[in-house]
């Protein structure tokens, strides 16, 4: 197996090859607004680092979100290309859930994200490996009793930390590629069947059609 895992949900654009043991090279660049720039110099990156070619991937897993439209929507799109160029299969994962892994906790906890607009994407979790909720996008204000001293990691309970009062400074802040495809990879030795990869936005795109908006057609 060679799992080439990609993930831009997140303002981190991170790129990595597993080959089913560990990982072989690791691109991680933190920029939200250049996800379209950075993701494929980070793909040539990692395939260089590890002495390899594209075409020797045998599976890709890419982080389904959730997160922001457009950002979101350029890993899933790049990970759909990959997969119809090389004929092979494509894999989603939810984003929280790498996040959660590469957190190593095994006590229940949560992991958040920044949804802007002063939101949080967030889901419990039973250990790193287990999420017992479906991912939400709340205000963490209407949140706090049920985080409040939870342990939490991400950015989004770093960034609200006077909710988030559980927060793990220590855990990762930002998705790893690693981690999604070495939580990809151990599912998949273990016969579990992968989510497929259709976007999780949770919520309407910022880009709006006017609410007034007049079409004119030719007479």
Known sequence: MLLLALDTATP????????????????????????????LPA???VLAEAGLKLDAVSDIVVGVGPGPYTGLRVGLVTAATFGAVLDVPVHGLCSLDGLAYA????????????????????A???????????????????IADQVAGVP?????ALLYDTVFTGVRREA?????????????????????????????????PDAQVPANYKVVTPK
């Open 172 to 204: 990762p802040e930002h998705q790893s590629a690693g981690a999604l495809a070495a939580l990809a990879a151990e599912k998949l030795a273990a016969g579990e069947e992968l989510p497929a990869p259709r976007p999780l936005y949770l919520r309407r």
């Open 103 to 122: 957190s190593g906790l095994t006590e229940p906890f949560v992991v958040a994200t920044d949804a802007r607009r002063k939101e949080v994407y967030w």
């Open 12 to 39: 981190a654009v991170t790129v990595a090859l597993h080959d089913g043991a560990c990982v072989l090279a690791e691109s991680r660049q933190v920029d939200a607004r250049r996800h379209g720039e950075l993701l």
């Open 152 to 156: 939490a990691v991400g950015a989004g």
């Open 124 to 142: 419990r979790y039973a250990d790193a490996r287990t999420r017992l909720t479906e991912p939400s996008v709340d205000r963490p204000a209407d």
């Open 43 to 45: 793909v040539d990156r």
